[in-house]
């Protein structure tokens, strides 16, 4: 077996975390994974914000919320019924991913490097999560206050964040979805 193809198919998004932080030698791993995806034309259009501070996971948590009013999916709207919903799970610390604007293909990149991140942070043992709800503060060029705050750079767009901590149920506990069948079609290949 592929030792990397094993790692990618024992990752589950964690959504349980303890409230053990993890090490700076950890997260400076998983932020190297991410510097070292592959970018459209090698723009390299990415930049992460570390947070680990609650009152600005709670900033966020609730301009989410108040963004996500605007949803049109049904999904989204029962997220928001749930008042204690935490879209950050409690994790100690996560990484926001924003993406250059004027970059080719940008979000792609920043997809790239988010996945990088989180089969680093299942390789050290940690659990992770791709949170796309992080980014529905800075849709239609919102939350300019909070990327001040962040200290996000100019013509940069917060996409998503990468939550990171100490799983409290271990991958086999977890529920993973099922995978499609039929996602391939061999048009050809080398006559077979
Ligand atoms: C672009 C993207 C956005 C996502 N956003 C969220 C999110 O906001 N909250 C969440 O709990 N999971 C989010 N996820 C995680 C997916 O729900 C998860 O990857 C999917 O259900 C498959 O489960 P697995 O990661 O355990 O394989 C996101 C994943 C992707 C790729």
Redesign the pocket.
Known sequence: MNELLDLIKK???T?KFTEEPISRADLEVILEAGRWAPSGHNQQSWFFTVISDKAMFAELNQRFREAAQHSSEAFVHKILAKQDFD?F?HAPVAVLVSAREDAILTEANC?AATQNMLLVAESLGLGS??????GFPFINGQGQDLCEKLAVPEGFRPL?AVVLGHKQLQNKE?R??KRKENWVHYHSFFGE
């Open positions: 990752r589950r998004s959504r879209i799970y997809a999560c791709w949170v796309g709800f992080a998503y977890v993973g979805p």
